[in-house]
C-alpha cells in the first residue's frame, strides 16, 4: 500500500494524477477513521450499553467502506488515465476523429462512474457518522461532526468532477439524468449534516440545547 507521503508527494507533482477525486476519497477514508474511532469508543463504556451492538456494526461497516475507498482512489487516476489517453488518439482523418470521439465519451462515461462510487461510500460515511453523533460517546462528538463534515466535502469534491466529465459527453439524456442525481445527491446529504450541526451545537452548547 502507498504511504501517504508517497501519495501527497504525488498529489503535489505537476502530473494530473492523483487529482481532486482520489484527493476526495481520501478526505472520506479520515472520516471513515473517525466514524470508527468514535464507534470503538462508544461500545466500550457502560453507560452506552444500549448502543453496543450498534456500534460494533458501524465500526465494521466504516472499515469496509474505508477499504473500498482506498481502492477508490485507484481506480479514481485509472480512469482519469482512460481520458487522457483518449484525448491524445490521432485525429487527422475523418475516421480517425470520430473513432477519437467515441473514445472521448466512453472514457468519460467511466471517469464519471468512479466519483460516483466515492460519492455513494461518503454518504454512507454520512449516514453513519449521524448515527454516532446521536447515540454516540458525547465527549467524542466533534470527532462525529468532523466525519461528517470531511464525508460531504468528499461527495461535493467528486460530483465537480461527475459535472466537467459530463462536458464531454454529447448524449443528452444522459447529461440530463447526471444532473438531476448530483442535485438530489448533494441536497440529501446536505440535510445529514444539517442534521449533525444542530444535534453537535445542543450537546456543546447548553444555550442552543435550551431553545
Partial sequence: METLDSFMERLSS????????????LVSVTAASLVSMVASLTKAKKAY??????????????I??????IELMKEDEEAFNLIVKA?????STEENARMRKV??????????MVPWKIARA??????????????????AVTDSACAGIFAESAIKGVLY????N???IEDEVYREMEEIKMKLFLQNASEILKRIETITSKIINPEVRKQ
Avoid: F, Q
Fill in 103 to 112: 473514445e472521448i465519451e466512453k472514457a468519460s462515461k467511466i471517469a464519471i
Fill in 49 to 62: 450499553a444500549a448502543y453496543r451492538e450498534e456500534m460494533e456494526s458501524i465500526e465494521s461497516r466504516s
Fill in 166 to 168: 459530463l462536458k464531454s
Fill in 14 to 25: 505537476p502530473s494530473p494524477t492523483p487529482g481532486g477525486g482520489a484527493a476526495s476519497a
Fill in 122 to 139: 461518503s454518504y454512507l460515511i454520512m449516514e453513519m457518522a449521524e448515527v454516532i453523533t446521536r447515540h454516540g460517546i458525547k465527549s
Fill in 87 to 91: 484525448w491524445g488518439m490521432d485525429k
Fill in 64 to 69: 469496509a467502506v474505508k477499504k473500498d475507498l
Fill in 161 to 164: 468532477n461527475v459535472a466537467i
